[in-house]
C-alpha cells in the first residue's frame, strides 16, 4: 500500500474508533427510565450498586477494580486455605525460610517438611507381633518443599501485583485532576497554538468538562487501555478525534472536521518534505 491509501485507511479506522466511543459516551449521559419491575437483579442494584452504573460513568472501572479485588481474594485465600489442607502456618511458611536463611543460612531443617523421622512398623512373627521403631528417610519432602516454597511466593507476588494494579488504577482515574492531566497531555499543540490567556482559560475550562462530564471515567478509562496497546501518536489522534465531535455537539466551528486526527498525516509529511525540497 503506498503511504495515501495507508493515511487513509488509518482516518477511517480512527473514524470508527472516535465514533463509537463517542456513542458510547454519549450513552452515559442518557438517563434510563425507571422501571418497576421487581427482582433480585433490580433490588441488587439498586440498594448496594446505587453509586455504580452506566449512567454514573464508572462501570466498566468498578468491574475492572472489582476483578483485581478478586484477583487479591482469590490469592490470600488460597494461601490461609493450605493452612487446613497441609496443617500448618503456611501463610508465614516464606517468611520462615526467609528468617532462616538471615539467621544461620540453613533452610532445609524445616519441620512442616521433615526429611528424616521416627517410623512405627511391625512384623508379625508364629505366636506374636513385634514392633519396631527405626529412623526412615522421606525423599519425597524435597519436591514437597520446593513445591510448597514456590508456590507460597507465586501467591504472594500475584497478590502484591493485584494490589498494585488495584492502587494505580485508582489513583489514575477515580481523581478528577488525574482524568484531566490526561487529556490535557493528550491535548497540548491545541493549547499551544493558543496564545490568548483568556481563551486558553476557556479551553482548558472545556477540557476539563470534555474529562469529567462527556467522557466520565469510563471514557478515560477506555482510551488510557487503547492508549495500552498502541503508539502515543494514535492515541493523540483518537483523543483528539473524540475532542473534536465534543466541540461539534456544543457547536464549536472546528478546524479540520474531515481530520480525525491531531498530527499531520503521512501523506502531508510526504508532500511537505516533496516540497521543501523544490523550495
Not at 439498586?46 to 487479591?72: D, E, K
Not at 520446593?146 to 489514575?172: E, G, Q, R, T
Amino acid at each position: 500500500l503506498e503511504l495515501e491509501d495507508l493515511d487513509v485507511l488509518r482516518d477511517k479506522t480512527l473514524g470508527h474508533l472516535s465514533s463509537l466511543m463517542s456513542r458510547f459516551t454519549k450513552s452515559q449521559n442518557q438517563e434510563r427510565k425507571m422501571s418497576y419491575t421487581l427482582s433480585i437483579k433490580h433490588i441488587f442494584s439498586r440498594t448496594l450498586c446505587r453509586p455504580f452504573g452506566r449512567t454514573h460513568g464508572n462501570y466498566l472501572i468498578s468491574l475492572y477494580l472489582f476483578c483485581n479485588f478478586l484477583y487479591v481474594i482469590n490469592a490470600l485465600g488460597q494461601l490461609f486455605a493450605l493452612n487446613y489442607f497441609l496443617g500448618m502456618d503456611y501463610h508465614v511458611y516464606g517468611m520462615d525460610i526467609v528468617n532462616a536463611l538471615a539467621q544461620d543460612g540453613d533452610w532445609t531443617a524445616s519441620p512442616a517438611f521433615p526429611r528424616v523421622t521416627m517410623c512405627d512398623f511391625t512384623v508379625r512373627r508364629i505366636g506374636n507381633v513385634q514392633r519396631y521403631t527405626v529412623q526412615c528417610t522421606l525423599p519425597i519432602n524435597l519436591f514437597n518443599e520446593k513445591f510448597c516454597l514456590f508456590m507460597y511466593f507465586w501467591l504472594v507476588i500475584m497478590a502484591l501485583m493485584s494490589l498494585f494494579s488495584f492502587f494505580n488504577w485508582m489513583s489514575k482515574v477515580a481523581p478528577a485532576a488525574s482524568r484531566y492531566q490526561y487529556i490535557k497531555k493528550r491535548l497540548y499543540p491545541l493549547l499551544d497554538e493558543i496564545h490568548d490567556p483568556v481563551q486558553r482559560d476557556r479551553e482548558k475550562n472545556k477540557m476539563r468538562h470534555f474529562a469529567d462530564k462527556y467522557l466520565k471515567q469510563d471514557g478515560v478509562f477506555a482510551l488510557m487501555l487503547t492508549g495500552r496497546n498502541t503508539d502515543p501518536v494514535s492515541e493523540g489522534d483518537l483523543v483528539c478525534s473524540i475532542w473534536k465531535r465534543y466541540r461539534a455537539d456544543l457547536g464549536d466551528v472546528v478546524a479540520n472536521p474531515e481530520r480525525p486526527g491531531l498530527y499531520p498525516s503521512l501523506a502531508l509529511l510526504g508532500d511537505g518534505g516533496a516540497s521543501n525540497e523544490k523550495e
